[in-house]
């Protein structure tokens, strides 16, 4: 289970891995916390913007249908309100009833259902830094770190499904600057113009720490469907923009694996790991 909060996440972070699980025969299931209702139009040549927030939701629920069916999961909405990404100083308050103000039991009740509905073994989010700071991230990763931890406990969420424990919980980290640097350095030394110059610069500016990754899954094979995926998401993803500007060979050959970090894990395992189920296979067991 694939947590994320709003539609194009889950095809710009962990993507590939998913559709490599996926294409294994693996069950995926990917959930989508809000609607993205209140996203801008980042695609300069998607054309005019839907003209109402409902218009907006209904448009992305169709580009969220089309990644689903690229990477070969299976998906679910949690239906809360995107709370959009302030801006100002000082930040003006959040929209009332957005997903960022819902209180956390009620807010994470829909997603252990699901969690004990689907009875899943791994569960992928966040960190709690929602990996950049908007509300609906952070709070992402509250719901998701909430469904893990209260899930298999018969005594809370009672009503909401037979008990289910998940036995890992992984931090997507898509955008660590290990990567970044990495595929930087590898297309300005092939002559070209790295996107990620500035990026490079800005986070070194600012000291970001580092988390640490634990597990690096190779799932170059199915960049395809990655890129499929995210173009789907018109509204939010230029063809001719960021995503696409690194060569795929190149990629492939620097950067063939997507990275986590293990948060928690009930059954033992060894570090580093290239399998978001190490230690739960059969034949990982004594």
């Known amino acids: 289970m694939a947590v994320h909060a709003h539609p194009d996440d889950e095809s710009s972070k962990g993507a590939a891995t998913t559709a490599r699980y996926a294409a294994e025969g693996v069950e995926v299931l990917v959930v989508t916390c809000t609607g993205g209702e209140r996203g ?30 690229a990477l070969g999961v299976q998906h679910r909405w949690l239906g809360f309100v995107d709370s959009g990404l302030p801006e100002g100083d000082p930040l003006p308050p959040l929209p009332d009833g ?30 709690p830094t929602g990996g950049y700071p908007h509300p609906d991230h952070i709070m992402c990763h509250r719901i998701s770190t909430e469904a ?7 005594e809370r969420y009672r009503g909401a499904g037979e008990p289910w424990q998940p036995l890992k919980l992984y931090y997507n980290h898509d955008f660590s600057l290990n990567r970044i640097q990495t595929i930087h350095d590898a297309v300005t030394s092939a002559g070209l113009e790295s996107p990620f110059g500035d990026w490079v610069a800005s986070r070194a500016m600012r000291e970001i720490p580092e ?6 899954v190779p799932c170059s094979n199915h960049f395809p469907a990655r890129d499929a995926a995210l173009v789907s998401h018109a509204t939010q993803i230029d063809p001719a923009g960021f995503f696409f500007a690194v060569p795929r060979d190149l990629e492939v050959e620097v950067w063939p694996v997507e990275e986590y970090e293990l948060a928690t894990s009930h059954v033992p395992v060894a570090l580093p790991e290239d399998d978001l189920f190490a230690g739960i296979h059969p034949e990982d067991r004594p």
């Open 40 to 69: 801008s139009i980042l695609n300069p040549s998607y054309g005019d913007a839907p003209s109402s927030p409902e218009a907006m939701a209904q448009v992305r629920r169709e580009e969220m249908a089309g990644a689903a069916r």
């Open 211 to 216: 988390r640490e990754v634990t597990t690096r």
């Open 148 to 154: 893990f931890e209260a899930a298999g406990d018969a």
């Open 98 to 127: 957005c997903f960022a103000l819902v209180p956390l039991e009620e807010a994470a009740a829909p997603l252990v259902e699901l969690v004990r509905s689907f009875r899943p073994h791994v569960i992928t989010t966040y960190d």
